[in-house]
């Protein structure tokens, strides 16, 4: 038995997507926090630019690409969802999945390269902020994929289609954290 | 914990209407009323830890290098414990969770007329994490080493590097401790401000709420928007200990000021998340005990917004002695003092909401009345180390102590009181034992002032905090400044004798106490129109709502309250 308080609308917004957006607003300000920590040590500490050439910029982009492209498969998925179509929807949820897949095996091989390098988390300034940052949002990434591939296995049965656009929100917001991570950690040298 | 459950059983037991077993009702209930006297009886509980804990480093610093009673000799290493540990304990397990999760749990379904909150397994989730980080932080004390004392801030080096603070698990598992709190807090808010949002009563508009809804969803929001800055910064500190990472290492090119404002720039905000709350308590017990409607409530909703958005602008004013740059002392010198006009503004309307009206000094309304009283007393002495150049005489000393304590004691334990006892038929369906109520609180309201005046002077007088024993400094360690703190330390001792008659009273009104009907105090909000106690899912039938929530005394009724689901 549902309570009734699990079906009011009194805002008139569906309250599973108002939820999202508030835990939207927590996570803005953890990797807020962050990026701003770092803003400011990075200022003040212009030797860190020699630490950041030697991360790949090239693997950089390629995985803004990648993600950028799967954050489109997530917005079809939400359109498939719109018409009811929900097996479509779980196959463009499944291809967003991949897409994170890529994004976090490219992710790897960097990371494992780098290490090889010997420039580890305790590195000093720049990796600690490098590897904190890039591992928060890489765990957020995992979360996302795990989170999408329940809503596809519901989405697939034609059940709780709602919970699409709210994953896709979600894969939105991790998706711009990165498009801020990458300018900061890559290609400011 | 085992007391906790057991009150559980005896209070709802008879009232549940679906038969599942013991456990699945107390443990695993997504019931709101169930989880808000879980994080409730968990808080109080672990208020009396953190109340033993404050016995026992007064009794060292009144009778120092004598045994205390009850624990025996302190070392300078169980000192820093033990005051890490209390500070710690009373703002994030007592406070937070008896304020905000306790109280916005248990009453906000039912004032806003909805039978549960919008997520409650969700709620469920929460608790739990709350009390996984209650077991880490009661391992955090009994590990190897003992557990942290770098003071509940944390500042690094002194939090970061075990060479330094000699107690590294112990440091760790409190990080976690607190981490895990932050993530259950933050769950249970979005639940909060959700369910007010988008549940309430067919008719309710935002206006109609009453305003201790406003003020924990507004808590809410500000908990949430302040804490992410010292989630990630526990992260970063979690690193350094444990990775030997060099976030805050100065040595390794890290920076240990940054940790001072990732926790300020939460850690000021958190003192009006909890704040706000007790104001709303406060708020809603006046206007019962007063017969008369709040004055200025739109306004009153606007100044709690202001509230939290100037709340964002203070933090660095706790940095003052830290090398901030002095013109940046400045701009927070005046955020700080600006932000005592909204706060001001609320007690005013307070006081105008008791103006002219017919106050009955109820054991709930004395709460309410000595938390005005006292929580001024702690906002004005606020002036003096918000000001800058006086803080740099004041910082750090116990005038800083006498300071705070005036402002989270009311808010913690006065505040808390007043709701406890305000809402008490309404959750036991039986009535609290006045007299008994108000020997409680003259047993615990006047020795409160005999703990933290001498404190206001001591500190005047250049008593610095975190010192274990003032023998070490002959000009801190006269005849005089010492019989002030024997005379702090004996009226602690009074106050906590007088705890057991409040946990009696509690006790034996739950079973004992004279039967409450549904609204015993003639109020108006929503919950008042429930059974005392209200079943699982509150209400047969949910009610409408059709007008705001103080409507006293309206003229030309013949009823002095108009009940928020009255139609006409």
Known sequence: ?189 | MSNQHDAHDHHAGAHAHHDEGWFKKYFWSTDHKIIGFQYMFTGMLLALVGAFMAYVFRMQLAFPGQAVPGWGLVSPGQYNMLITNHGSIMIFWVAMPVLIAGFGNYIIPLMIGADDMVFPRLNRLSYQLFFISVLLLIASLLVQNGGFGGAWTAYPPLSANKDFNLTPLGSTLWLLAVAVEFVAFLLGGINFIVTAMNARAPGMKAFDVPIVVWTIVIASILFMASVGPLVAGAVMLLFDQTLGTSFFNPNKGGDPILWQHLFWFFGHPEVYVVLLPAMGIVAEVMTVFARKKLFAYKTVIYTIIATGVLSFFVWAHHQFVAGIDPRMANVFTVTTVLISIPIAEMCFVYIATLYGGSIRLTTPMLWALAFMAEFMLGGVTGIYLGSSGADIFFHDTYFVVAHFHYTFFPIAIIAVMSGVTYWFPKMFGRHLNEFWGKVHFWGTIIPFNGIFIPLFILGAAGEHRRIFDYHSFPHLATPELQAMRVFATVSLVVMLAFQPVFIVNYLVSMFRGKKADKNPWKANTLEWTADSPPPHGNWPELPNCYRGPYEYSVEGRELDYWPQNEKA
Not at chain 1, 52 to 76: D, E, M, R
């Open chain 1, 1 to 189: 038995m549902k309570p009734i308080a699990t079906t009011r609308s009194s805002m008139g917004i569906a309250t599973g997507k108002l939820a999202v957006w508030w835990v939207l607003v927590s996570e803005i300000v953890i990797f807020g926090g962050l990026l701003a920590s770092y803003v400011m040590n990075r200022l003040a500490h212009v030797e860190w630019g020699d630490q950041a050439a030697h991360t790949n910029t090239w693997a950089g982009a390629f995985n803004t690409f990648v993600l950028l492209t799967s954050s489109l498969s997530a917005v079809l998925a939400h359109q498939a969802a719109e018409k009811g179509d929900g097996p479509k929807a779980a196959r463009f949820l499944y291809m967003t999945c991949l897409g994170g897949l890529v994004f976090l095996v490219v992710k790897g091989f960097e990371w494992a390269h780098e290490i090889q390098a010997g420039f580890v988390i305790q590195s000093g300034g720049f990796w600690g902020y490098y590897y904190t940052a890039a591992g928060l949002h890489g765990f957020h990434v995992l979360a996302g994929m795990a989170v999408m591939i329940w809503v596809a296995s519901s989405a697939k049965k034609n059940q709780d289609l709602h919970r699409v656009e709210n994953v896709g929100l979600y894969w939105h917001f991790v998706d711009i954290v990165w498009i801020f991570l990458f300018p900061l950690l890559y290609i400011a040298k």
